[in-house]
């Protein structure tokens, strides 16, 4: 079992970025394939960027290349989502998942562990 908690969401201007935290409860964390995904009222959660148990791949939606960097400690059993050059339709509920499949994965009925999710709005 892994449990997993974001932080770091809020408010921000266009433009603006924000950085998201997810910890997760586990010893084993590195052995963890991660991704973010992202939710907007009314539509179904979307993929964002995926990393490998290493850090060693990503993968990002075209959506997000060139704005945002996914990157993990495997000491501190955190990932995170440096956001920069926010736009008004990044904003969503930002989740957190794992699997333990140790490969890039972009869906979301591919991850096992999923964290309780933070808001992320982006004003124009």
């Known amino acids: 079992q892994v449990q997993l908690v974001e932080s770091g969401g809020g408010l921000v201007q266009a433009g603006g970025s924000l950085g998201l935290s997810c910890a997760a409860s586990r010893r084993a964390f590195g052995l963890y394939a991660m991704g973010w995904f992202r939710q907007a009222p009314g539509k179904e959660r979307d993929f964002v960027a995926a990393?490998?148990?290493?850090?060693?791949?990503?993968s990002y939606a075209d959506s997000v290349k060139g704005r945002f960097t996914i990157s993990r400690d495997n000491a501190k059993n955190t990932m995170y989502l440096q956001m920069n050059s926010l736009k008004p339709e990044d904003t969503a509920v930002y989740y957190c998942?794992?699997?333990?499949?140790?490969?890039?994965?972009?869906?979301?009925?591919?991850?096992?562990?999923w964290g309780q999710g933070t808001q992320v709005t982006v004003s124009s």
């Open positions: 998942a794992a699997t333990s499949v140790r490969r890039i994965l972009t869906t979301p009925g591919e991850y096992r562990y």
């Open positions: 990393i490998t148990w290493s850090g060693g791949s990503t």
